[in-house]
Structure formats: C-alpha cells, structure tokens
C-alpha cells in the first residue's frame, strides 16, 4: 500500500492512533485579540468624540466672531452717519448701555443703540425695533463712554448661548471687543 503524502491512514498497522494535524486558535490567542480589537476601537470613539467637540467649538466660535462684526459694523455706520449725540438720553459706562444718536441736524431723526435680554437692537425713529444680534448669542456688555467731545467708546462682550443656557465646555465660547468711534 503506498501513503499519500502528509495523510496517515487509519488502519490496524496505525496501532490505533493518528496525529492530530488541526490548525485553529488557541483561547489565549482569541483573548489576545479581543483586546487588541477593544483598544483599537476605543481609540477610534475617542478620536470621533474629539473630532465631534472641535467641530462644536469651531461652530460657537464662528458664530460669536460673526454676531460681534455685524453689531460692531452696524453701530460704527450709524454713529459715523450721525451728526451729534444725544448725551441726556445715552446712559454711559454701564454694561446694559443705550446710545441715542441724531441723525439729521434738525435732531429729528435719531438711531437708538441698546442691549435688552441679551440682544443688541437699533431704532430708527420713528421705526419699529430691530435686533441685530442672533439668538443664539448672549450679549452681556454693550458699554458706551465718552471719550472726548466726538469719539465713543465701545465696549462689547459676546458669548455663545442664549441668555440663562446651560452650556457644555466644548460650546462654550466668548468674545469682547474694546474699541474707539468716532462721528463724522
């Protein structure tokens, strides 16, 4: 009888017994890899979580940057659009600011500046309100100061949320922009 190679035939010359030729894993190595696999995939939840909280923060961020150029270009036009100020009617140097401003020299049209709930609105007499800033944003500071006889100061601080939001570290961001006006 001639043998095939790597094959034992099972007969009664074999004594009974063959060779266990079998290929598999052994349990140590299936532990081994269940917790190179555990590591992997906690390494990439852990990278998409990062991932997921900067693309958070960029958003707010972006946001806040967006709200504090809109208020500050539409303030700094009207008040470089203004003839005079009305300063009995401005409250200065408090963070709820208000800023009258005549826009005509008869004194009859006039652009108010203020912050309420967090929002900063502009009337245009005899207009209606409006809000320049988004709801999203809180504005805690809108401070006006006079700084000589037609220059104003601007103090300004923006944050992200709406007035009272609880915010998670990731969103949360603020902006403050300090600067100088001045009328035409």
């Known amino acids: 009888m001639t043998k095939a190679k790597g094959f034992t035939p099972l007969n009664a010359e074999s004594s009974g017994s063959y060779s266990r030729n079998l290929t598999g894993f052994t349990l140590i190595e299936i532990i081994i890899y ?13 990278f998409a979580l990062s991932i997921s909280n900067n693309r958070d923060k960029a958003a707010s961020a972006s946001e806040v940057e967006a709200n504090t150029k809109i208020i500050w270009d539409q303030i700094s036009v009207l008040v470089h659009r203004a003839r005079s100020l009305d300063t009995a009617n401005s409250v200065w140097d408090s963070d709820q600011g208000k800023l009258v401003l005549f826009l005509d020299m008869a004194k009859t049209q006039t652009a108010v500046i203020s912050v309420e709930n967090g929002q900063v609105s502009v009337q245009l007499a005899p207009a209606s309100p409006y ?24 103090d300004l601080i923006v944050a992200y949320g709406a007035p009272g939001a609880v915010l998670t570290p990731e969103k949360a961001y603020e902006q403050t922009l300090t600067t100088a006006i001045s009328l035409r």
């Open 34 to 46: 269940v917790g190179i696999m555990g590591l992997v995939m906690t390494a990439l939840v852990m």
């Open 131 to 154: 809000i320049i800033s988004s709801r999203v944003v809180n504005v805690s500071r809108l401070k006006f100061s006079r700084l000589a006889d037609r220059q104003i100061g601007l």
